[in-house]
């Protein structure tokens, strides 16, 4: 399972590094998933090094502290994309306005 995972996260890794090669992503993004995904390859190859962190932060398990910084990244992620949305959604609706009355103005 460990070589499984290795590959995996190197998979991702490259589908990271090519998604901003073709400038989906920009450099501080890439960098942000890279050190996760990095990250992640670590507590793989070394699953003991999640223990000594929990432990260094006062949680029982290295298993525990995964999840616990999972799920604030998941909140967090969700919460950006809940603003972006919202974002989208305003800029949708001053554009639809400003050519309502453009071509309103056409008609008159």
Not at 28 to 53: H, N, R, T, Y
């Amino acid at each position: 399972m460990q070589i499984f995972l290795f590959l995996l996260i190197l998979i991702i890794c490259f589908k990271i590094w090519f998604e901003r090669k073709r400038n989906k992503i920009n450099r501080l993004e890439l960098m942000g998933w890279l050190l996760l995904w990095l990250g992640a390859l670590a507590l793989v190859v070394k699953p003991d090094i999640a223990s000594q962190l929990a432990s260094l932060v006062g949680i029982g398990r290295g298993a525990d502290l995964v999840v616990y910084l999972a799920l604030v990244l998941i909140f967090y992620l969700l919460f950006r994309l809940v603003v972006r949305i919202e974002t989208l959604e305003r800029h949708i609706t001053e554009i639809v306005r400003h050519s309502a009355l453009n071509e309103w103005k056409n008609r008159r």
